[in-house]
């Protein structure tokens, strides 16, 4: 059993700052990529940020220059530090990994999702 934890998500005004931090315990044999993505009301949920086990990031056109993700591999912890937050970025933050457990087998897994709210 694999769990996610989020944290960090809250109401910031406009070109404010926040860290999202996803910590993933149980059991863990690797981790893969781990991944950010949002939801917006009446929209689809998108990719965010990803970050491979190497540390190879890659983000949406949408935060480049304005968002960072980061893991720390000895937590089983990733992050997104999100600068020069703008409203259109008000959404539902999940984090995404590709775990491998003590089978051997990957699997996908979701967090529970955090709030961010940006105010003009």
């Known amino acids: 059993q694999v769990q996610l934890v989020e944290s960090g998500g809250g109401l910031v005004q406009a070109g404010g700052s926040l860290r999202l931090s996803c910590a993933a315990s149980g059991n863990i044999f690797s981790i893969n990529a781990m991944a950010w993505y949002r939801q917006a009301p009446g929209n689809e949920r998108e990719l965010v940020a990803r970050?491979?086990?190497?540390?190879?990031?890659n983000y949406a056109d949408s935060v480049k220059g304005r968002f960072t993700i980061s893991r720390d591999n000895a937590k089983n912890t990733v992050y997104l530090q999100m600068n020069g937050l703008k409203p259109e970025d008000t959404a539902v933050y999940y984090c995404?990994?590709?775990?491998?457990?003590?089978?051997?087998?990957?699997?996908?897994?979701w967090g529970q999702g955090t709030q961010v709210t940006v105010s003009s």
């Open positions: 970050i491979t086990s190497r540390g190879r990031t």
């Open positions: 995404n990994t590709d775990i491998v457990t003590s089978t051997y087998f990957e699997t996908n897994y």
